[in-house]
């Protein structure tokens, strides 16, 4: 027996009783969640001391939320805190599983058994449990939280079944000081506005406000005065140290949801004991009174006054906090040192790409038409197509309903399919992808649109750190297929400046397993919407799908109005890594995607001895044809619209040289800086003239 459970007997023994209006054999089983969530938390760190356990952030102080828990269904999505380990241990015991323990000790062990992350990380989460699996990225899970509420109605709306029961409610957990992240703000704030407008949003948002973020107080009453009197949002106040006021609190929370489909924020005031993680030495920042103070309300005492009202004796209190002890030694003893993944195959396992052949069984219906059509129009029918033939598939951002998209791209699809598959949102990109990414999970195919590429950066975690990692830490239990459209590239003329001619792809080429289409031709572009369409339903695929807006509306190839650039819609499909060759010019190949084929092709028409390969994909890129082309030359131009430093060239270079190619090399880019507004933006964008002046250089 340790000093800390010599202390906790000692303090039993000293309890005052208190009556509460719960059963003891009910207060015992909050009590058995409480008690395996603080030994595991103990375990954990005697786990690291062993050189056999790799994270220490606890739940110790928080153990109320098994009342959160105790006060939903077990079939309620919940997405929650790297505290609420005890509401974990509570929906295991509801649903009927004896593993919750081992779950939590094979995380902390890394071991590859792990049931949702399968040893990649620490993460509380559990497919049977309905609990999606958190990064640790603050206050991140909220707007899929909010996304999932959204989607629990429309799903059942659209008659697409789903994996909640329709009368479910989503909870979602986080810390006082994640409560004043924008992405929290956000996410509530996308709520409260769904809501207003009548939208069901059954969310309840639980802040575990313990008082401190690591070292930094949140200031005393913040929490209420930030949501306690917000239109819209119900508010509730729970002790989470007195586990009987907070399943009460907690039950009328979670009825008000139910009942009324509307969010309620529930405030669960909890204390942090053993500091913010095991290397956090909290006596640095935080004085021995507050320190004393908050054990004085350490929530399994209060769990121990009640049972003791309860008509259970302190042995029976502290028997039964030492059995528990034993229980989590034994398993912790049995975890630790199980095997972890051992090789980077295992690791990257579910961010592989999508199967050709499953994408290729999954295309959508391809509608028939003999008119030429622009890049605009192309995808606007590809659209169609994938709405026609998927009843699940939604289309949704800035302006893509009743306008019909800033460039007409979505024009007539709100008409055609309705207000529920098409439709605006808030302007706000966090929670337009946060919206997708609870689609995604609710059984619905999201294809939002980011209105410009210089927005998505003020989102792009949602993308990176929640859309991409999904299947990583779950194993591919949960995927959230999506397919994001963003219009970007510059060369418009006549409006510009840098953030409509952004072309920042950097921040995309490295996130592991998404897929980045980069259409130019109309004829590709639909076929392409349609693979990333088919690889979001058949493989669960995110794909991001980057629209050239200086081609939307193009006409000419190489004269003016020749009308050379709109194309009958595709009859073939487009293989996801594919590239597409134009002549057979045996002395140059030019490397290009999106702005860059035309400009290409008009090059290639003046030089003879050049061809030209659009890659169509910039992840996964397409190594075969590029190889294939760069040797049938022996010469090879990249050219790339993006920027010198971290452009897609850097990318295409690295590959023919990881690959042994030898022969001619060049590369011609835009400058390393932003797009300027006017005419002035010709004096970074690569240009056609530089294109034609390198090729010519390398074949002499
Ligand atoms: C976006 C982001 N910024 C910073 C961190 C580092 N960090 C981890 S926990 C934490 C404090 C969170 O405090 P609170 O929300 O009150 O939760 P508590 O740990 O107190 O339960 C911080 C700053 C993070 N994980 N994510
Ligand atoms: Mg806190």
């Given at each position: 027996m340790s000093a800390a459970d010599e202390r906790f007997a000692e303090r039993v023994r000293a309890l005052r009783p208190e009556p509460c209006d719960y059963p003891a054999d009910q207060l015992r089983v909050l009590?058995?969640?409480?008690?395996?969530?603080?030994?595991?938390?103990?375990?954990?760190?005697?786990?690291?001391?062993?050189?056999?356990?790799?994270?220490?952030?606890?739940?110790?102080?928080?153990?109320?939320?098994?009342?959160?828990?105790?006060?939903?269904?077990?079939?309620?999505?919940?997405?929650?805190?790297?505290r609420s380990g005890a509401f974990y241990l509570?929906?295991?015991?509801?649903?009927?599983?004896?593993?919750?323990?081992?779950?939590?000790?094979?995380?902390?062990?890394?071991?590859?058994?792990?049931?949702?992350?399968?040893?990649?990380?620490?993460?509380?989460?559990?497919?049977?449990?309905?609990?999606?699996?958190?990064t640790s990225t603050i206050a991140s899970h909220l707007p899929r939280a909010m996304g999932v509420a959204f989607s629990l109605s429309r799903s059942a709306k659209l008659g697409v079944p789903s994996p909640w029961p329709a009368d479910a409610i989503v909870v979602t957990s986080f810390g006082d000081a994640s409560a004043n992240h924008s992405t929290a703000t956000g996410a509530i704030n996308a709520a409260l506005h769904a809501s207003y407008q009548g939208l069901p949003m059954p969310l309840l948002l639980v802040c575990e406000d313990n008082g401190i973020g690591i070292s930094v107080r949140t200031p005393e009453g913040w929490i209420r005065q930030a949501y306690g009197q917000r239109p819209g949002l119900r508010y509730f106040d729970a002790d989470g140290t007195d586990v009987a006021a907070a399943l009460t609190m907690a039950t009328e929370a979670a009825t008000f949801v139910r009942r009324n489909r509307r969010p309620a924020f529930l405030r669960l005031r909890t204390v942090r004991l053993f500091g913010h993680a095991g290397s956090d030495v909290e006596t640095a920042y935080r004085s021995p009174a507050e320190l004393a103070a908050d054990e004085e309300l350490d929530p399994l005492l209060g769990t121990a006054r009640l049972l003791l009202g309860a008509g259970l004796d302190a042995d029976?209190?502290?028997?039964?906090?030492?059995?528990?002890?034993?229980?989590?030694?034994?398993?912790?003893?049995?975890?630790?040192?199980?095997?972890?993944?051992?090789?980077?195959?295992?690791?990257?396992?579910?961010?592989?790409?999508?199967?050709?052949?499953?994408?290729?069984?999954?295309?959508?219906?391809?509608?028939?038409?003999?008119?030429?059509?622009?890049?605009?129009?192309?995808?606007?029918?590809?659209?169609a197509d994938v709405l026609a033939s998927y009843p699940e598939a939604m289309v949704f951002g800035e302006d893509v309903g009743r306008k019909g998209g800033v460039y007409g791209v979505t024009r007539g699809l709100q008409k055609?399919?309705?207000?529920?598959?098409?439709?605006?949102?808030?302007?706000?990109?966090?929670?337009?992808?946060?919206?997708?990414?609870?689609?995604?999970?609710?059984?619905?195919?999201?294809?939002?649109?980011?209105?410009?590429?210089?927005?998505?950066?003020?989102?792009?975690?949602?993308?990176?750190?929640?859309?991409?990692?999904?299947?990583?830490?779950?194993?591919?239990?949960?995927?959230?297929?999506?397919?994001?459209?963003?219009?970007g590239y510059g060369y418009q003329k006549g409006f510009g400046g840098h953030f409509h001619n952004d072309d920042a792809i950097a921040v995309l080429r490295d996130i592991p397993g998404l897929?980045?289409?980069?259409?130019?031709?109309?004829?590709?572009?639909?076929?392409?919407?349609?693979?990333?369409?088919?690889?979001?339903?058949?493989?669960?695929?995110?794909?991001?799908?980057?629209?050239?807006?200086?081609?939307?509306?193009r006409r000419d190839l190489y004269d003016d109005g020749d009308d050379r650039w709109p194309a009958p819609y595709p009859t073939e499909p487009v293989p996801i890594g594919r590239g597409r060759t134009y002549g057979d010019g045996s002395d140059l190949t030019l490397v290009t995607f999106g702005n860059g084929l035309p400009m290409s092709l008009r090059v290639a028409a003046r030089v003879p001895g050049v061809r030209v390969l659009d890659l169509r994909w910039l992840a996964p890129l397409p190594v075969e044809d590029l190889l294939r082309e760069a040797t049938a030359t022996g010469g090879v131009l990249v050219v790339d619209e993006t920027r010198r430093s971290g452009g897609v060239s850097e990318g295409i270079l690295a590959t023919l040289i990881d690959h042994g190619y030898t022969g001619r090399l060049a590369r011609v880019t835009s400058e390393d800086s932003f797009v300027p507004l006017g005419d002035a933006s010709r004096q970074v964008l690569l240009s056609e003239q530089t294109i034609e002046a390198a090729a010519r250089e390398l074949l002499s």
């Open positions: 009590y058995d969640a409480q008690l395996g969530s603080r030994h595991a938390d103990l375990a954990a760190r005697w786990m690291q001391a062993q050189g056999h356990g790799y994270y220490t952030i606890g739940s110790a102080g928080h153990e109320g939320n098994a009342a959160v828990a105790a006060a939903l269904r077990p079939t309620d999505p919940a997405l929650l805190h790297y509570a929906r295991a015991e509801q649903s009927g599983s004896k593993e919750g323990l081992r779950d939590i000790l094979l995380g902390v062990a890394a071991a590859t058994s792990e049931p949702i992350a399968g040893g990649r990380h620490k993460v509380l989460g559990r497919h049977d449990l309905a609990i999606i699996p958190q029976d209190v502290i028997e039964l906090y030492e059995d528990k002890r034993s229980e989590v030694m034994q398993i912790a003893a049995d975890v630790a040192g199980l095997p972890q993944l051992s090789s980077a195959e295992a690791v990257a396992a579910p961010l592989r790409f999508p199967d050709p052949e499953a994408v290729a069984e999954s295309l959508p219906q391809r509608s028939t038409t003999t008119d030429k059509l622009t890049l605009s129009q192309s995808i606007n029918r590809a659209l055609a399919f309705g207000p529920a598959r098409v439709f605006d949102t808030l302007l706000d990109e966090q929670s337009i992808l946060g919206l997708g990414l609870g689609a995604g999970v609710s059984g619905l195919l999201p294809i939002p649109e980011i209105q410009y590429l210089a927005y998505l950066h003020n989102a792009e975690d949602q993308l990176r750190g929640e859309a991409a990692s999904l299947k990583f830490f779950s194993q591919e239990q949960y995927s959230n297929p999506m397919v994001l459209r963003i219009a897929v980045i289409a980069s259409p130019s031709r109309p004829d590709d572009a639909a076929a392409m919407l349609h693979a990333c369409a088919a690889a979001a339903r058949s493989s669960g695929t995110v794909s991001v799908f980057l629209e050239p807006i200086a081609l939307y509306h």
